[in-house]
């Protein structure tokens, strides 16, 4: 290794347990578990990654939005049993960790593409700010109960007169430190912010005044195992561990993909799916946190001069030896302050300015705002699962969009082009060209043969000639509608034939023998060799 780039990835390492080690503690506090989850997740993750990820900047660790996610799921199986909260909480992880290894060997690297980056955008800032507030909560020192925003914030402004206001001052005196001290990349913020609040607690004696502490963290790692819980139980959480899979990918793939392009780097999407399974499993397993790999952390380690995976094990190192000498000094936290560490860490993703290009291009406004929008009514959980349903929605909306072209031929060329774009382009006589302008699937295919008919029955064209080249594959839908579009030009004495057919699209044809539809090698070529044919074929004959 370049001794250069070593001493840089120290440098990295040191800074970047700076700010990994009081976000651990912090995201533990959204899941609503101990703070040794948290610290577990950590390692799990600094050191599966390291040693099987592709990625030389990702770093690995518990994040905001898989916490926030987490503490909803436990919330919603264990209905207070703080028993049952670890066990579930182990499950999810584990199922996750489970699932990221399947999508990995299956090759699924593209599985995070199922969330648009609008639904992302806004569920990423509905989520900020249902942890800003939740958090504020800790601040102010009252406890509420409620997961949908609305409710939750009437109850905290109802609870004003029990407002700890010496706990507030403190909460704003530390974020903002964080922010002035973010403006030197070189300085472990967190790190020195976390300090200082354990100095003041212990000078100024904060636990009198009702200021409440992290307390005690007992990092004694059991033998690791599997949850004993009920089939039901596993059953539901397989369902959240697929929403789980589904964020933390995306928001890790997000943050690898950045970096690699960036810095020309060659990235392995399928291996970073095993990575994060196997520091899913192996946190899930010692009662951890889930993991994946978060921006902030990412940027972090590259802003303070990472240059390989080297930065990682330096953190892993500096964590392990703090961990092992000074974890009674860290429960000496006061939460406000570790309260005001998570707001900043999320603050970066609360920015309406990540909308503006969407109003811009008046495009997917509606999805962003409404992914915002379930997030603060329905919850974390519930609204990250809508938001994937609206992701979804969307896709299927815009595959089911039915639009046809009839084609002309421009200048007289070998060129066939839409008559509406291109009015100057001239009929074929005898010959209709049709184009469907959207691949041919379950969800337009009748509607798409169905204009198709329009077009026929309004024309005097003996030969309908359709170009499939936008349906790469055709399901048993899109052959039925096909069929039946055939049968009625048959009996229009119309004759049908294809152009620019895909050769899994032709396989499939063939095989459904189509009753007056002659499938040939010359369904592969140019709409101009199949028009030229269909000339000679059936019009100039007549």
Same mark, same amino acid.
């Given at each position: ?48 990654? !390291? ?45 996750? !960790? ?193 993991? !994946? ?18 930065? !990682? ?230």
């Amino acid at each position: 290794m370049n001794k250069t780039w070593a001493w840089s990835d120290i440098i990295a390492g040191l800074s970047l347990a700076g700010l990994l080690l009081p976000e651990a503690v912090a995201y533990a506090s959204i899941a609503n578990l101990p703070p040794q989850a948290g610290i577990v997740a950590v390692f799990a993750g600094l050191v599966c990654y !390291g040693l099987m990820g592709s990625s030389r900047f990702a770093i690995v660790a518990a994040t905001s939005s898989s916490a926030a996610v987490l503490a909803s799921a436990t919330a919603a199986m264990a209905n207070g049993d703080v028993g049952l909260r670890i066990l579930v909480s182990m499950g999810v992880v584990i199922m996750t !960790g489970v699932f990221f290894m399947i999508a990995g060997v299956a090759k699924l690297g593209s599985i995070s593409d199922f969330i648009a980056r609008p639904v992302l955008r806004g569920f990423a800032f509905g989520l900020s700010a249902v942890i800003i507030i939740k958090q504020f909560a800790h601040v102010v020192g009252v406890h509420v109960h409620h997961t949908d925003m609305l409710r939750f914030s009437y109850a905290l402004l109802e609870q004003l007169p029990q407002w700890n206001w010496l706990s507030l001052a403190v909460g704003l005196v530390a974020l903002l430190l964080l922010f002035v001290l973010a403006r030197f990349s070189y300085l472990p913020a967190g790190l020195l912010v976390l300090a200082l609040g354990i100095l003041a607690g212990q000078w100024l004696g904060l636990a009198q005044y009702g200021v409440p502490l992290v307390g005690k963290i007992d990092l004694q790692l059991q033998a690791p195992s599997l949850p004993d819980l009920t089939y039901i139980q596993y059953l539901r959480i397989g369902e959240l561990s697929i929403a789980m899979l589904l964020i933390l990918y995306a928001e890790s793939y997000s943050a690898i993909r950045n970096f690699a392009i960036r810095h020309g780097d060659t990235i392995a999407p399928n291996r970073d799916l095993l990575a994060l399974g196997a520091a899913n499993l192996m946190s899930g397993l010692f009662q951890g946190l889930p993991v !994946g790999a978060g921006f902030s952390a990412t940027a972090a380690n590259e802003n303070n001069g990472a240059r390989s995976k080297a930065a !990682g094990w330096a953190a892993a190192a500096t964590l392990l030896i703090i961990v092992l000498t000074m974890l009674s000094v860290i429960a000496l936290t006061p939460a406000p302050v570790l309260a005001a560490i998570v707001i900043h860490a999320v603050s970066h993703s609360l920015r309406p300015s990540a909308f503006y290009p969407y109003f811009k291009l008046h495009r997917d406004r509606f999805v962003a705002l409404a992914a915002v929008v379930a997030v603060l009514l329905l919850g974390v959980l519930d609204g990250l699962l809508v938001a994937i349903g609206i992701s979804l929605l969307m896709l299927l909306r815009r595959l089911a969009y039915t639009s046809i072209s009839v084609l002309g031929r421009l200048n007289g060329g070998h060129d066939f082009v839409s008559l509406v774009n291109y009015p100057q382009a001239k009929f074929i006589p005898g010959v209709l060209i049709l184009r469907p302008e959207s691949g041919l699937f379950f969800g337009n295919a009748e509607r798409t043969m169905s204009l198709a008919k329009q077009y026929a029955v309004a024309s005097d064209a003996k030969v309908v000639v359709m170009s499939l080249e936008e349906s790469p594959d055709l399901d048993s839908s899109s052959i039925e509608a096909l069929s039946d579009f055939c049968a009625s030009l048959y009996l229009q004495k119309k004759h049908l034939m294809l152009a620019r057919l895909k050769s899994a699209s032709r396989i499939v044809l063939e095989r459904a023998e189509i009753p007056h539809l002659h499938i040939g090698s010359f369904s592969e070529l140019s709409v101009d060799d199949v028009v030229t044919m269909a000339r000679e074929l059936y019009v100039e004959k007549v």
